[in-house]
């Protein structure tokens, strides 16, 4: 019986320790960070719709911007003339998590 309940607390220390490894990844950080910030309006995934028609999908971003200069663009922030987008200004790591996203997603 003290060997079944041993066996099962190492599986939810191991549980917790994925868990935890996936939350410190920094592409699931900005996956997470513009799934509740941006997906209102934008998709943000490799083949969903946005919502807002006039909304890019963050899949085609690579094609308007350089990735490789994009997070400083977020540090410094993010506005647009359309009335609805608000002003994003992301610290260094959380823009990096946000460019590496977006890394997984360009077509």
Do not use: W
Not at 37 to 54: F, M, Q, V, W, Y
Not at 66 to 80: A, K, V
Not at 86 to 101: G, H, K, L, Q, S
Request: hydrophobic share 40%.
């Amino acid at each position: 019986m003290k060997s079944g309940r041993t066996i099962a607390a190492g599986f939810i220390v191991l549980a917790l320790t994925a868990a935890r490894a996936r939350a410190q990844d920094p592409a699931e950080q900005g996956r997470a960070l513009l799934q509740e910030n941006c997906a209102r309006c934008h998709a943000i995934g490799k083949t969903d719709t946005s919502p807002l028609e006039a909304a890019p999908p963050f899949r085609v971003i690579s094609q308007s911007y350089e990735l490789d200069r994009f997070g400083r663009y977020l540090q410094r922030g993010i506005t647009s003339t359309h009335p609805d987008m608000p002003e994003f200004r992301f610290d260094e790591e959380t823009a990096a998590a946000v460019v590496a996203y977006l890394r997984t997603i360009q077509e």
